[in-house]
Every structure is written in C-alpha cells, then in structure tokens.
C-alpha cells in the first residue's frame, strides 16, 4: 500500500506569486503525478505542487530522479491546453535559468533540450507530461546539494551533477525558488513576446552549440541550434541540416573523437 503523506497549503505564497494554488507537500511519491491529478479534477492553471522529498521522482528517458529531502526544488506546475506547443519544454527551461540566475547570481547554461548546467555540470531538469485533458511540467533543480557520485554510477556517460549552493552563497528557500520558477513560467506562456524569444534565449544558453554531438536519434553531426519549434538542428557530415525532435544527446569528448 502506497503510504500516504500530509500536505499543506501555502496561501501566503499563493497570493505573493498570483498562484491559485500552492501545495507543499512533506513527502510525495513524485509531485508530477500530484500535479496531474489535481489538473484531472479541475484545478486552475497555474496550481503548483512542491515536495521537501520525493520518494518515486522521475526524470527523462524513464530514469530515476534523486529527491532527497530538502536538497533541492521538486515542484510541478499545472498547466493549460492552449500552453502546449513543441517549444514548450525548452521555454520551461529557459524560464528557470532566468531566475536561477538572478536569484543565486550564477550563469546557467543549457543542454538541448533543456538540461540546466552550471559549469558544465547538470543542476537542474525539466520533465513535461501530459494527456487526456491535463498537461504539467515537473522541475527538479539541486539547490543544497547534488547526488553526483551517485548518479555517475548508473551512466558513467551521464553530465555529472552539482547544486547551485555549489556556487554560490545566494541560496533562498525552495518554497520561494519555486514561486518565482512557477511565476516566470506562467508570464513567459502569457506574453506572445516570450514565446517568440525563446529561440534566441536558447542561442544565448547553449552549450552544444557547434560541437560535435551523438544523437539517439539521428547519430552523429554539430549541433546547430534550435528551429522555431524548439528542434535540434544536427548538421550531417555532408552538409545537409537535419532536426532531432527527441532523445538523448551528448556532446562527444576529444578523447572519443581518437578512439
Ligand atoms: C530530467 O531528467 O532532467 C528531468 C528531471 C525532472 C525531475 C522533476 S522533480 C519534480 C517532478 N516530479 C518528478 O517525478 N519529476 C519532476
């Protein structure tokens, strides 16, 4: 039997982020499935989730998403229909490396399609779902502290991890960290503008740009970009620009290019 944790509601941050709902949750299997939920039965766009702990967290691809107590900002937000478009994962991301940045001071980049990287190392991910009548992003950012060692074990291929206290001593509470990533999301979704500009968000964010890169998908080309729908531009080793839609990509090292 599933154990079932207490929740409370956070009606002071709910009025200081315009949110109509904010939950905090003490334990929760992953606050993606609590965000779905709540969206199925009706709650506003806009509804946010956050959990101290996950004990079920997921990340992309079906991996394990390390949610230990208190370490960083597990939250999902409730989303709308009219908010759902190709590019909707990359502005999810682009919207938290903005606050990231000027909330702790540090300049986060990002790995296609939305990996968030301090010096070149994973602080944060975004997992966007949905389905029959619901849609909702699920963000995981390592705030205090980072599984590193532990996630190298799984994939020695993986980016490792760090935390954003890593880096800088500007460290506000999770619960505040996730109003404004909830807030920036939402305003970016509103203003036509802030969906215009994300492939020029993303140019300034990232890291793969014009390296040699191996993709699921396509194998290997340079990246190059984003087009308007927030695809990978792969160019191919005869010059034709090919886009990657999903799967994994990773920049290949030097020491593979010898191999
Ligand atoms: C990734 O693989 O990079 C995406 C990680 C997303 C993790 C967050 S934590 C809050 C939400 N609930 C989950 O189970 N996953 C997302």
Redesign the pocket.
């Known amino acids: 039997m599933k154990a079932i944790y207490p929740y409370s509601l956070d009606t002071v941050r709910e009025r200081e982020y315009g949110l109509p709902r904010f939950e905090v949750w003490q334990a929760i299997s ?3 499935d609590r965000a779905r939920e709540l969206a199925v039965e009706g709650s506003p766009r806009g509804s946010l989730v956050l959990g101290w702990e ?1 004990t ?6 079906g ?1 394990l ?1 390390f ?1 230990a107590a208190g370490d960083g900002v ?3 937000l409730v989303l709308g229909a009219n908010d759902v478009t190709t590019h909707l994962p990359i502005l999810v991301g682009i919207s938290c490396a903005e606050v990231i940045e000027e909330m702790a001071g540090v300049i986060v980049s990002i790995k296609w399609p939305n ?1 968030l990287i301090i010096n070149g190392r994973k602080v944060g ?3 966007v779902e949905m389905g029959d009548g619901w849609v909702v992003a ?3 950012i390592n705030v205090r502290r980072s599984p590193s060692e532990s996630l190298q074990a799984f994939d020695d291929r993986a980016l490792p991890a760090t935390s954003i206290a890593e880096h800088s001593d500007r460290i506000s509470e999770n619960p505040d960290f996730a109003g404004h990533f909830a807030q920036r999301i939402l305003e970016r979704l509103d203003a036509r503008k802030g969906r215009d500009g994300v492939v020029d968000s993303f140019s300034t964010r990232d890291i793969l740009r014009d390296r040699q890169v191996h993709t699921d998908e396509l194998g290997i080309g340079i990246a190059r970009g984003i087009d308007e729908c927030g695809m990978l531009l792969l160019e191919l080793e005869d010059g034709a620009i090919v886009k990657v839609r999903s799967g994994s990509v990773r920049a290949i090292t030097s020491s593979e290019e010898e191999e």
């Not at 079920?56 to 691809?61: L, P």
Request: aromatic share 8%.
């Open positions: 992953s606050t993606n996950q079920e967290g997921r990340g992309r691809h991996s998403w949610s597990w939250m999902s990996d991910g975004v997992l699920g963000i995981g």
